[in-house]
């Protein structure tokens, strides 16, 4: 069994800033791209921000230079440094892992339940 959960949301003004985390946990034997994804209402989820396991990341260009993600292998966690927020920037996030489960051969995608970050005045 492999969780993903997720802290760090709240509601926050503009301009301000907030930090997610996303821990997995379980039976994993390794983690090869984490990321967060974000789904505002009326709107398709879209991609913010992966990294790989070897540190290389990419961003949806709406968030670059504002946002910052990055990982602790040691504790199987990635990060979202949010800065700079906008209103639009409003969404329920979600964090994705591929991991590998021990005693597996192959990656498998898993989700954490979600965060709700909130910009607003």
């Known amino acids: 069994q492999v969780q993903l959960v997720e802290s760090g949301g709240g509601l926050v003004q503009p301009g301000g800033s907030l930090r997610l985390s996303c821990a997995a946990s379980g039976s994993i034997f390794s983690i090869n791209t984490m990321g967060w994804y974000r789904q505002a209402p009326g709107k398709q989820r879209e991609l913010v921000a992966r990294i790989t396991s070897g540190g290389s990341t990419n961003y949806v260009d709406s968030v670059k230079g504002r946002f910052t993600i990055s990982r602790d292998n040691r504790k199987n966690t990635v990060y979202l440094q949010m800065n700079t927020l906008k209103p639009e920037d409003t969404a329920v996030y979600s964090c994705?892992?591929?991991?590998?489960?021990?005693?597996?051969?192959?990656?498998?995608?898993?989700w954490g339940q979600g965060t709700q970050v909130t910009v607003s005045s």
């Open positions: 994705n892992a591929d991991i590998v489960r021990r005693g597996s051969y192959g990656g498998y995608i898993y």
